[in-house]
């Protein structure tokens, strides 16, 4: 089976730009979960979709927002971006949180943004 | 709320030597915790997880760990070092139950000497 892929690996924009990252999960997993990851500030939880649906989120703010497709395929996007945003992006997807012991999840390779 | 804290952001060992990687967690309902490695410009990998079966854990590349209610924690261990288990280990937790989001430590960066 094909892993959890990110498009663009990397990425970089001006500030006050907004950006789209973009996640293809694992075939069959239904869940699709954000995080990002800074030198400052680590990895931190932005949001998590199953079945199109923002199920839980983060504290970050509403410039961070995501969306889930049909296919469970999953895109991030990030409105006037600020220099803090600069981070690596990484998705992960799983079978299904609700039943699935454990939350297992497999990560992408993520996808790095800088901000300029 | 849960938390997760790593003691020592950077370790060293031989080659061969022991690996000790410290973990201790916070959590007001009972655990899931996992344990994943990030290789330079990769994303994360699962070394191992703890899912209330087991307390002592074995996962990949030789590591194992063991779960302590009674201590809070989580520390991962491999016998002997290998020059590829160089990375950064991050320790994690998550609720076993509702929302199941994954709280990170801050990450603990193994460097394995010849």
């Known amino acids: 089976k094909a892993g959890v892929t990110q498009t663009p690996r990397y990425l970089i924009k001006t500030r006050g730009q907004q950006v789209t990252l973009s996640c293809s999960p694992i075939s069959g997993h239904r869940s699709v979960s954000w995080y990002q990851q800074t030198p400052g500030q680590g990895l931190q939880f932005l949001f998590e979709y199953f079945s199109e649906t923002q199920r839980n989120k983060g504290n970050f703010p509403g410039r961070f927002s995501g969306r889930q497709f049909s296919n469970s395929r999953s895109e991030m996007n990030v409105s006037t971006l600020e220099l803090g945003d600069s981070a690596l992006y990484l998705c992960?997807?799983?079978?299904?949180?609700?039943?699935?012991?454990?939350?297992?999840?497999?990560f992408g390779p993520g996808t790095r943004l800088t901000v300029l | 709320a849960q938390s997760v804290t790593q003691l020592g952001s950077h370790v060293s060992v031989s080659e061969g030597a022991l690996v000790l990687l410290r973990c201790n967690y916070s959590s007001s309902v009972p655990p899931y915790l996992f344990w994943y490695v990030q290789y330079p410009n990769q994303g994360l990998q699962l070394l191992l997880k703890y899912t209330s079966a087991a307390t002592l854990v074995k996962g990949i590349n030789g590591f194992e760990a063991e779960f302590k209610k009674s201590e809070t924690s989580f520390h991962l261990t491999k016998p002997s070092a290998h020059m590829s288990d160089a990375a950064e280990y991050f320790c994690?937790?998550?609720?076993?139950?509702?929302?199941?989001?994954?709280?990170f430590g801050s990450g603990t960066r193994l460097q394995v000497q010849p």
């Open positions: 994690a937790v998550s609720k076993s139950t509702g929302r199941r989001a994954l709280t």
């Open positions: 992960a997807s799983s079978l299904d949180l609700a039943r699935t012991s454990g939350n297992e999840q497999f």
